[in-house]
């Protein structure tokens, strides 16, 4: 099968033979149909099987047979992501698809300026990629209207309950015809993800061509059982096998990150990274560089293991493991792309035990052991592992629909490898002779800074294991 039995117009077949497209995926073939019926669409697929053509064409297909431009201000159909960099990558590959024609592809993410983002927007879009927070920014400021809006897609679905933009979505969807079709695209199917599709999605036709969680056939994975401290040298000695080779490293946390590039580049690795500290530009120039090569390892957290496509990646390190046992598919979907092959390698701590069976779970495997000691099956959780699970006691609605940190990681008040600085302000604090506790450090009583009243409990005596450091 190729895509001119799809039912595609010729000149958009003809465009994808250019690129070098002609034989459509899995899901490609399954949704494609589908979505040109006008049906709502939950597509489930393995990263790297090209969901966004799946989605992208279809509408494509319909805009090419709309003789007018599109009104000031008005968007016809809305692609909403859940990172920057997905959203710059889905963008790149609509207006390949669209490639000398008339249909007007924009882009609106946050770090970027705004005022271009208005100017652009004012003539009207045919498709618009956006991420949640800065489409809300412009609708604020009245620079877009959906009301014309014909084409709605929530791609990598599970990924915006993650960041907790459930949100976001609350508010665009009042602002959205009723008449429509929707599409949402992922990998993953966590249990809220069907709240989300009863939400959005009218009497939606489900294509799979995966279990959901299960990560590409072509990726050859291990584990490593090694300790916190020695993880750095085993990975540079790992790097040190493939030198010429691109390399994905994913780090849990944002300084966690930065460290460990500059550590790879003292040992004379050519290294970056990416992470939510990082400049929009400052991120864009970095996977430029990895992507052409000049750089042959980079260094993430899980804000790149979302539209992070360069077939080029061969290795993917787990340097620490994920919170989120669907990101670790996310992750290690960036190597073995476009039908190549890839080895995905995590390094797993005493502490990071209750990570990696969440994890096999998930993907309902056992990832084999390629070196250290695995622990017993019924050996009990590290209390430091158990305790970085999901959000904190009392966050109700981020525990409803996983509203995570923006690196896909849980909020928490806490500081768990001692180099992030943790949530919830400086310690210390309270206000002299008030006779309230104070919450946010430890003090004395008797009336002075940080304490009660002379004999009142100080709740907060006793400091919180991660703000001691």
Do not use: W
Not at 273 to 282: A, D, I, L, R, T
């Amino acid at each position: 099968m190729d895509f001119n039995d799809l039912g595609l117009k010729p000149r958009l077949v003809e465009q994808l033979a250019e690129q070098g497209l002609t034989d459509p995926t899995p899901i490609q073939q399954k949704a494609i149909p589908l979505a040109m019926e006008g049906r709502d669409v939950l597509g489930l697929a393995q990263t790297g099987t090209g969901k966004t053509a799946a989605f992208g064409l279809p509408m494509i297909h319909h805009l090419l047979g709309v003789g007018k431009k599109p009104a000031p201000k008005s968007v016809r159909g809305l692609i909403l992501a859940p990172t920057r960099e997905l959203a710059k990558q889905i963008s790149d590959n609509l207006y390949n698809y669209t490639k000398g024609s008339h249909i007007k592809v924009n882009l609106v993410v946050g770090g970027a300026s705004i005022n271009v983002q208005i100017n652009r927007l004012a003539k009207g879009s045919d498709l618009l990629v956006a991420t949640p927070g800065r489409l809300i920014d412009l609708l604020d400021r009245n620079a877009v209207t959906l009301s014309d809006t014909q084409f709605l897609v929530l791609d990598e679905a599970d990924q915006m309950l993650d960041l907790g933009f459930i949100h976001a979505l609350r508010q665009i969807a009042p602002l959205l015809p009723a008449e429509r079709q929707t599409m949402m695209f992922s990998a993953t199917m966590p249990k809220h993800m069907n709240e989300l599709a009863d939400a959005y999605l009218t009497n939606p036709v489900r294509v799979e061509t995966a279990p959901p969680g299960k990560p590409a056939d072509k990726v050859t994975q291990s584990v490593y059982f090694v300790p916190g401290p020695e993880k750095t040298a085993k990975l540079i000695e790992h790097l040190a096998e493939h030198t010429d080779e691109l390399a994905l490293v994913f780090a849990r946390t944002k300084h966690g990150s930065e460290r460990l590039m500059k550590a790879l580049v003292k040992a004379g690795f050519s290294a970056g990274s990416v992470h939510g500290n990082k400049s929009q530009g400052q991120r864009e120039r970095a996977i430029k560089a990895f992507r052409a090569g000049e750089i042959t390892v980079l260094v993430a957290t899980d804000v790149a293991a979302r539209g992070l496509d360069i077939p080029g990646v061969r290795f993917v390190y787990n340097y620490d493991l994920p919170n989120v046992p669907d990101n670790y598919v996310h992750r290690i979907g960036r190597t073995a792309r476009a039908g190549r092959d890839g080895t995905a390698v995590a390094f797993c701590a005493p502490d990071e035990i209750g990570a990696l069976r969440d994890i096999q779970k998930t993907m309902g495997r056992t990832i084999p052991v390629a070196g250290g000691t695995p622990p017993a099956d019924d050996a009990p959780i590290p209390k430091a592992n158990r305790r970085r699970r999901g959000p904190p006691k009392g966050d109700g609605n981020a525990r409803k629909f996983g509203g995570n940190a923006p690196s896909g990681k849980p909020k928490r008040k806490f500081n768990i490898d001692g180099g992030d600085k943790p949530e919830g302000g400086k310690p210390g604090g309270g206000k002299p002779g008030k006779g309230k506790p104070n919450r946010n450090g430890p003090g004395k009583q008797g009336g002075k800074p940080g304490g009660g009243k002379p004999g009142q409990r100080n709740r907060n005596t006793r400091n919180r294991r991660g703000n001691a450091a």
